[in-house]
């Protein structure tokens, strides 16, 4: 599957932003979706999990009450929207696929989009 991610820009804190990571390839509901952040000097994170069909979903702590990870199969679409912002949330925003597993561990996605980035500013 290929992914594609978009949606970023720059915002002020409080402020919201809704990503999108659109798949092309094979069946879209096989894939486990999640999205990861990495900030500059820092290593890549979990922020948000869902299962194929929707049914489950996992938040980072830090995200809880804030984010929402949704999905669309019949667009092959995945969402993450953004609401509360704050500064610390400023980071480049991946979407990550496995067809092996639901989980918050990036050793688990073997596809990846290219990135869109997300700043929030004080």
């Known amino acids: 599957v290929q992914l594609q991610a978009f949606g970023g820009g720059s915002v002020q804190a409080g402020g919201s932003l809704r990503l999108s990571c659109a798949a092309s390839?094979?069946?879209?509901?096989?894939?486990?979706m999640a999205w990861f952040r990495q900030a500059p000097g820092k290593e890549r994170e979990f922020v948000a999990a869902?299962?194929?069909?929707?049914?489950?979903?996992a938040y980072a702590d830090s995200v809880k009450g804030r984010f929402s990870i949704a999905r669309d199969n019949a667009k092959n679409t995945v969402y993450l929207q953004m609401n509360s912002l704050k500064p610390e949330d400023t980071a480049l925003y991946y979407c990550?696929?496995?067809?092996?597993?639901?989980?918050?561990?990036?050793?688990?996605?073997?596809?990846w989009g290219q990135g869109t980035q997300v700043t929030v500013s004080s």
């Open positions: 390839g094979r069946t879209f509901s096989d894939y486990h």
């Open positions: 869902i299962s194929g069909g929707g049914g489950a979903t």
């Open positions: 990550a696929g496995s067809l092996r597993g639901y989980s918050g561990r990036e050793h688990v996605y073997d596809y």
